[in-house]
């Protein structure tokens, strides 16, 4: 079966990390990508593991009548079994560009939970909304990434018949404990071994909410002497004037430490002794599964499936909820203080991602959905 997966673009995100893990690591199909724009990231990631990656350079935001055709033409050469599009703008694009070019084995994938205005973009309601239209007429199926999802998108008027959760799997022989990681990053960033270090991996965006991660950085009880945190992602770094300027206005300059954007990230979430997640939406949030997978015990907001993943190995609380979340690290670092207790969660946290999210598992499934 020849399988040709069509993405907005392949730049660094949870829909491009997704794919790109299911067309790596799956050996059993011929699998070629589309992206709209351009090579970002994952594509010559791609193309080093010798997967054909076409890019069709279309600006972001904007449709070309020459990328519309250009697909249209390489949709009709190639005759794929199976046209999989990924996000709301190639699901609309490709979907009908395919259905016009003959295909008939479509399927979407749809990777954000919920819709919030303010903090989702006008165009990508709209599209959102076509493609709830056009769900009964284009897609042989629908692949969500979370059931929190599912339930969002039946609400906006999707096609209930199609849908499917696929959660995302990974590659844990990358993501896995390691030892040494804790003390090199000590050492770098001259932090002592009896220090509770927590971080949070994520870009600088308005829905990871780094907001509300701060003010309960604040209003933890944990002596300042004894915690530090490790923020890392694109946009977290001195250069961004508004999140250090709130460092200082909440007197964590010296507690809170600004990694940047880094390409070691299972040694960074290794480092950890909790991995939070702030956010105020997700729909399968990564970087949960991933420190997990790295044994780190994760204080999550209820947001997607971060519950589903964590189940009783971290806490779960609300989003938007900087007094419950400052609660929970401070919970975590009394436990932490007990060597037995805080091995037996981070066993746990490692043994529920090996149970639940192998990639192995991913591909499969995904496999099932395009026989059918």
């Avoid at 594509?43 to 279309?58: A, T």
């Avoid at 979907?95 to 990508?124: F, I, P």
């Avoid at 460092?247 to 954007?261: F, P």
Wanted: charged share 20%.
């Amino acid at each position: 079966m020849a399988v040709v997966h069509v993405i907005t673009g392949l730049s660094d995100g949870g829909a491009e990390g997704a794919l790109f893990r299911l067309v790596a690591h799956d050996g059993n199909l011929n699998h070629c990508v589309v992206s709209l724009m351009d090579l970002g990231k994952y594509g010559p990631l791609l193309r080093s593991r010798g997967v054909e990656v076409i890019c069709l350079q279309m600006p972001r935001g904007r449709v070309t009548l020459t990328g519309l055709l250009g697909l249209w033409r390489l949709l009709r050469r190639n005759r794929a079994a199976v046209i999989q599009t990924w996000m709301y703008h190639a699901d609309l694009i490709a979907g009908v560009v395919a259905r016009l070019a003959g295909c008939k084995r479509v399927y979407w994938n749809v990777r954000h939970s919920t819709l919030e205005k303010g903090k989702t973009r006008r165009s990508t309601l709209l599209v959102a909304k076509v493609c709830a239209v056009l769900s009964r007429y284009v897609p042989a199926g629908i692949v969500f990434c979370a059931e929190a999802s599912i339930r969002s998108h039946m609400a906006l008027g999707y096609s209930c018949k199609l849908m499917t959760v696929i959660p995302n799997g990974y590659d844990l022989a990358r993501f896995s404990p390691l030892p040494d990681a804790r003390v090199s990053l000590r050492f770098c960033q001259a932090i002592e071994d009896d220090v509770f270090l927590v971080g949070m991996v994520a870009r600088f965006d308005s829905q990871k909410d780094h907001e509300n991660l701060l003010a309960a950085l604040s209003k933890l009880r944990i002596p300042l002497d004894r915690w530090k945190a490790v923020l890392v992602g694109a946009g977290i770094d001195s250069d961004n004037t508004g999140l250090v300027q709130r460092l200082a206005e909440l007197s964590l300059t010296k507690n809170v430490l600004l990694l940047g954007q880094r390409n070691d990230i299972p040694s960074i979430m290794s480092s950890l002794d909790v991995h939070i997640l702030s956010s105020s939406t997700e729909g399968f949030p990564n970087v949960v599964a991933e420190a997990m997978a790295c044994g780190v015990v994760c204080v999550v907001t209820d947001v997607g499936d971060a519950r589903e993943i964590v189940g009783e190995t971290g806490w779960v609380v609300e989003a938007r909820r900087s007094d419950l979340l400052a609660g929970a690290i401070d919970e975590a670092f009394v436990q932490w203080q007990d060597p037995a207790i805080w091995k037996a969660r981070k066993d746990m946290a490692r043994a529920r991602i090996q149970d639940r999210y192998d990639i192995s598992g991913m591909i499969q499934r995904y496999h099932e959905v395009w026989e059918r």
